[in-house]
C-alpha cells in the first residue's frame, strides 16, 4: 500500500478554515483494549456512531489513521473484507443511523521515532496525541470537535510495566495470567481524541492532596523514575498552588478525583493537558537547587500551572478545530502568566514576557512564517504551535482584559466557560463571551485576530501654546499573503512626566482605534513621555526621543516596565548608531544609577542591567549584519566593564555574601552573574579566576551555571577543567549533560563551529533525544556570531541537522527551519547563504509534511 508512513508526498493538501464542516457522525461511548508490548502493541478500538443531527448527512464514516493497516475491522459485527482506504484514511460506507464498528490494530512503539501516538521512552510506554497523534493509535475521527467519554482496559507484562495509568479514574485492576496484570479507566468528561493519554512503565510516585472549594479531595501525584523522586517537591507544590489560585482567581475547579502527572525523557514539547494525566517533559517536572536554576524552577512551575489551567481553558472547553488553537493557547498562556505574576514579582514577570515576545514572536511576525493568531491554512498543523499562537494570542487577550479591567473580564471568562462547557468552542465564541460578560465592544477588536504583524505606532510630543499634545499613527505591515490592513484598537497606558519639576504624570489608559489620535496632555515645563507602560500592546513604538530623556525615564518613572524599556531604547539607539543616540558614556552613567539605586530589588535590578539580545537588534534593522551587531554589543560590554569596574565588583561582593535560602538570594544571585558578565567584559584576566572561584564555591546550579557559562568564553585551562568536573559530576543527569552541551555551544571563543562537530560525535550525543538535539543545535541557531559566521559554516551544520533529523523526528526537525528562513532580513551575503541552504533541504528526497511546508514558506 502506498503512503502508509508519516513521510509524504510533495506537496501536502492546505487545508483552509473557511472549508469546516461538523463531523456527519456522533461517537458518544469509545472502548478501548491495548494489550501492551515495547515491540507489539495490539489496540482495539470499539464504538458506535449515530448520525449527527447538526451536519449533513453523509453515507461515509471517515476514520483518520496515519502509517496504520487495519488488522481487523467489523461494522455491526461483521468483518469487512480489504476495507477501503483513502491515502492513509479507512473509509466506511454505512447506510443505517446507527452502527457498531470494531477495529484492530497492531503498532511496535519502540519504531516509534516521532515521538507522537504510542511511543518507548526508557522502557516505558506513553502517549502523545495533540495535534494529529491518535490516528497513529487506531483509525478514528481525529478531530477535536468530536467528544466521546473514554472507558480503557489496558494490560501488560508487570514486570515491565508496574504502573498503568490513562485518563479519568481507575475503576478496576487486577493480575491475569502469565506474569501479566490488567487496568481499566473511565473518563466521565467526554473529551476529543488528542487528550488521549496512557502510561505504562515501572514509576514511582509523589503524591499529595488537594481538596476543591467545593469540598472534592483529590489524590496527585507526580510519576517519575525511582532516582529522580528526590526532584519533585517543587512540581507538587507548584501543582497545589496552581488549583488554588485557578480556584480563587477564575473560580475553576477540578472535576476528577484524582490528577497525575508523569515525566518523560523524550518528548517533543514541554508538556501536554492530556485529561487528567498529564505527560511533561522532563525538564519541567524536576528541579532542585543542585541541578536546576533559578530559571528552571520558574519554568517547571509556568508549565505545571499552563498544563493544570488547561483542564478548563482547553479540556472542558475544547476547540472547534486546529484553527482555533490560539483559543486554548493564547488563553492559557495569559493565565499562566497571570499566576507567574502573582507568585513572584509582578514586573519581573512581565518584562521577562515581553523579552520572550520580543526575540521570539516579532521575528516570526516580521518574517515569511508571519501568521494571525488565528491563521487561515496551514498543510501540518504541528508547524502552527508558535510564538505568535501562544505568545501574541496571550497579549491580545491581555488588551482585552486591560480595556476591560480585572473585574469584568472575569465576568467575561465566567460567561464563556458558563456558555461554553462540554463543547468544541471558536476564537470567535470567546470574542462574543468577552463582549456581553465584560460589557466591550470588540467589533474592531476583531482585528487582532485576522491580521498578522507587528503593529508600528509613530508617537510625537507637539507643544501647542502652553500645552503639550500627543500624537499617534499607527500602521500595520504586510505579511505574506496580507496587505492593506485595517487599523487594529490598540490600548496603552500612558503618562506625561516633567523632567524640569522632577514630578511624575499620572497613568491613564488610551485607546488608539484610527490610523491617527491626538491627545492633550496637559502642561510641562520639559515634558517627557512614558508609553506603552507595562507594555499594554504589542506594538513597536516609534519615537524620536532625547537620551537625556531616556535616561530620566530609566531612573525615575513609576512604572518598573518603562524604566526597563528606557534602558533597552537607550541602549539600542547607541549600538545602532541612531540620530541623537546616547553615547557610551550616557549608558555607562545610566547604568551605574541603577547599580546604585537603592529603592530596587535586586531582580528588577538584573532586569534593567539586562542588555537587549542581538535578535532584538537584528529586527531593527532592515539588512542586519549580526556579526557587526554582535561586536557591537561586545564593545559596549567591554565599555561598561572597564567603566563601571568597581561598582560591579562590590555589586557581586555584596550579592555573594547572600546565601542560598535567603528570600533575597534569587535576586542576589541573578545581579552576581550579570555582573561577572560585565566584569568578564572589562578584565578577561580577573574574571577569569573570578569565574573558576565562583565554580569552585557555588552551592546551587545558578551559581555553577552562571559560572561556566562566563568561563565558556575564555581559551583558559579554567575553562577546560571546570567543564570536565561539570561534566563528571552530573553525567548520570540528562537534564544537566543538556546544559553541559548548551554552554559549549554558545561559545564566543573562535572555534565553537568545530568543537560543536566534535560535541555531535560525543558518547552522549543522540539525536533520537529532543532535548538532547535541542541542546546542542538550538543553541548553534542562537549564538549570533557562531550561526552566521561569514563562511556560512553555521547555516550549512543546521541545514546538515535538519535533513539528519527530519526522517527522525520531523517536528523537532521543522522546528530549526525559522532559524535559516530569516535570509531577507539579512545582508545579502549571508541572505544568499541561508536561501542557497533552504534550497538544499527542499531538494532532498522524502521530506516530511512538516519540514518542506517550513522550507517552501521561507523560500517564500
Ligand atoms: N498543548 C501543549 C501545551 O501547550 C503543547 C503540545 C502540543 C504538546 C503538541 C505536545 C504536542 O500545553
Ligand atoms: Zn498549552
Redesign the pocket.
Known amino acids: 500500500m502506498e503512503n502508509l508512513s508519516n513521510t509524504p508526498t510533495a506537496q501536502p493538501p492546505v487545508i483552509y478554515r473557511k472549508d469546516y464542516q461538523p463531523f456527519p457522525w456522533l461517537l458518544p461511548e469509545t472502548e478501548l483494549v491495548f494489550n501492551l508490548g515495547l515491540e507489539t502493541t495490539l489496540v482495539l478500538a470499539t464504538f458506535t456512531v449515530t448520525r449527527n443531527p447538526d451536519a449533513e448527512a453523509s453515507q461515509q464514516l471517515r476514520l483518520n489513521g496515519d502509517g496504520l493497516t487495519p488488522a481487523r475491522v467489523t461494522v455491526d459485527d461483521v468483518t469487512i473484507e480489504n476495507p477501503e482506504m483513502d491515502g492513509d484514511d479507512l473509509v466506511l460506507t454505512l447506510s443505517g443511523d446507527s452502527h457498531k464498528i470494531m477495529i484492530e490494530t497492531e503498532l511496535d512503539p519502540s519504531s516509534n521515532t516521532q515521538l507522537m501516538g504510542l511511543y518507548a521512552s526508557n522502557g516505558m510506554l506513553c502517549t502523545?496525541c495533540?495535534?494529529e497523534g491518535f490516528r497513529r493509535i487506531t483509525f478514528f475521527p481525529d478531530r477535536p470537535d468530536v467528544l466521546s467519554t473514554y472507558w480503557v482496559h489496558m494490560s501488560g507484562p508487570k514486570d515491565l510495566f508496574p504502573v498503568l495509568l490513562c485518563n479519568g479514574n481507575k475503576v478496576k485492576e487486577g493480575d491475569s495470567v502469565g506474569g501479566h496484570h490488567f487496568a481499566e479507566w473511565h473518563d466521565p468528561w467526554p473529551k476529543p481524541s488528542y487528550l488521549f493519554a496512557l502510561v505504562a512503565g515501572d514509576l514511582v510516585a509523589r503524591e499529595d492532596t488537594f481538596t476543591t472549594m467545593g469540598g472534592r479531595e483529590v489524590d496527585l501525584a507526580v510519576w517519575v523514575r525511582a532516582e529522580d523522586l528526590d526532584r519533585t517537591e517543587h512540581a507538587m507544590a507548584s501543582l497545589i498552588r496552581s488549583m488554588k489560585w485557578d480556584e480563587e482567581t477564575f473560580g475553576r475547579e477540578y472535576d476528577l478525583d484524582v490528577y497525575n502527572i508523569v515525566a518523560v525523557s523524550d518528548f517533543?514539547?514541554?508538556?501536554?493537558?492530556n485529561k487528567g494525566l498529564n505527560v511533561f517533559n522532563t525538564k519541567y517536572v524536576l528541579a532542585d537547587s543542585d541541578t536546576a536554576t533559578d530559571a528552571d524552577f520558574d519554568a517547571v512551575e509556568g508549565v505545571i500551572a499552563?498544563?493544570y489551567f488547561?483542564n478548563w481553558s482547553g479540556n472542558r472547553v475544547t476547540c472547534r478545530d486546529w484553527f482555533q488553537l490560539s483559543l486554548k493557547?493564547g488563553f492559557?498562556v495569559l493565565r499562566d502568566q497571570l499566576f507567574s505574576q502573582d507568585m513572584h514579582s509582578e514586573s519581573v514577570k512581565r518584562i521577562e514576557d515581553v523579552r520572550i515576545l520580543r526575540s521570539a514572536q516579532f521575528p516570526e511576525d516580521s518574517g515569511p512564517l508571519a501568521h494571525p493568531i488565528r491563521p487561515d491554512s496551514f498543510r501540518e498543523i504541528?508547524n502552527f504551535?508558535t510564538a505568535t499562537v501562544?505568545n501574541k494570542g496571550a497579549e491580545v487577550i491581555r488588551m482585552m482584559r486591560s480595556m476591560a479591567g480585572p473585574e469584568k473580564f472575569r465576568k467575561g471568562t465566567d460567561l464563556y466557560f458558563d456558555r461554553h462547557d462540554g463543547e468544541a468552542a471558536t476564537c470567535e465564541d470567546f470574542i462574543s463571551a468577552i463582549e456581553d460578560g465584560a460589557e466591550l465592544d470588540l467589533t474592531q477588536f476583531r482585528g487582532w485576530y485576522r491580521q498578522a504583524g507587528t503593529p508600528r505606532v509613530a508617537a510625537e510630543l507637539v507643544q501647542t501654546g502652553g500645552t503639550t499634545e500627543l500624537r499617534l499613527t499607527q500602521s500595520v505591515p504586510d505579511t505574506p499573503g496580507q496587505s492593506d490592513k485595517a487599523p487594529m484598537p490598540i490600548p496603552l497606558k500612558i503618562a506625561l512626566h516633567d523632567r524640569a519639576a522632577g514630578k511624575l504624570g499620572e497613568e491613564q489608559l488610551i485607546v488608539l482605534s484610527e490610523a491617527e489620535m491626538r491627545v492633550p496632555l496637559g502642561e510641562a515645563a520639559e515634558p517627557v513621555l512614558s508609553i506603552n507602560r507595562g507594555f499594554t500592546a504589542p506594538v513597536v513604538i516609534e519615537r524620536d526621543i532625547a537620551s537625556a530623556d531616556l535616561a530620566f525615564l530609566a531612573a525615575h518613572d513609576d512604572d518598573p516596565f518603562a524604566r526597563y524599556e528606557a534602558m533597552q531604547e537607550l541602549v539600542v539607539g547607541h549600538l545602532l548608531g541612531a540620530e541623537n543616540a546616547g553615547s557610551a558614556q550616557d549608558i555607562t552613567e545610566a547604568m551605574g544609577a541603577i547599580i546604585a539605586d537603592g529603592s530596587l530589588d535586586d531582580s528588577m535590578r538584573g532586569e534593567l542591567m539586562a542588555l537587549p539580545g542581538v535578535t532584538y537588534l537584528m529586527e531593527q534593522v532592515e539588512k542586519a549584519d549580526p556579526t557587526a551587531l554582535h561586536e557591537a554589543r561586545e564593545g559596549l560590554k567591554k565599555t561598561l566593564g572597564v567603566g563601571l569596574r568597581s561598582e560591579l565588583a562590590q555589586l557581586y561582593d555584596r550579592a555573594a555574601a547572600i546565601g542560598l535560602d535567603d528570600p533575597q538570594g534569587r535576586g542576589a544571585r541573578k545581579v552576581k552573574t550579570m555582573a561577572l558578565g560585565l566584569l568578564a567584559a572589562g578584565d578577561p584576566g580577573a574574571a577569569n579566576l573570578l569565574a573558576a572561584h565562583q565554580y569552585d564555591h557555588a552551592d546551587n546550579m545558578t551559581d555553577r551555571q552562571g559560572a561556566l557559562m562566563t568561563l565558556c568564553g575564555f581559551d583558559t585551562p579554567e575553562r577546560v577543567d571546570r567543564l570536565a568536573d561539570f561534566y563528571e559530576r552530573y553525567r548520570a543527569n540528562d537534564l544537566v549533560i543538556d546544559k553541559w552541551f548548551t554552554l559549549q555551544a554558545l561559545s564566543t571563543l573562535p572555534g565553537v563551529l568545530d568543537h560543536v562537530r566534535e560535541l555531535a560525535k560525543h558518547a552522549d550525543f543522540t539525536l533520537s533525544n529532543p532535548n538532547r538535539a535541542r541542546s546542542l543545535y538550538m543553541a548553534l541557531a542562537s549564538n549570533p556570531a557562531a550561526f552566521h559566521t561569514p563562511s556560512g559554516e553555521g547555516y550549512r551544520m543546521i541545514a546538515d541537522l535538519i535533513l539528519a533529523l527530519d526522517p527522525i523526528n520531523a517536528q523537532t526537525a521543522a522546528r530549526f527551519v525559522p532559524a535559516l528562513g530569516r535570509w531577507r532580513r539579512m545582508e545579502e551575503g549571508r541572505a544568499a547563504l541561508m536561501r542557497a541552504e533552504l534550497e538544499r533541504i527542499a531538494k532532498a528526497e522524502g521530506l516530511s509534511r512538516d519540514t518542506s511546508e517550513q522550507v517552501t514558506r521561507s523560500l517564500g
Open positions: 502523545q495533540e495535534a517533543n514539547m514541554g508538556a501536554m493537558e499552563h498544563e488547561h493557547e492559557t504541528s504551535y501562544y
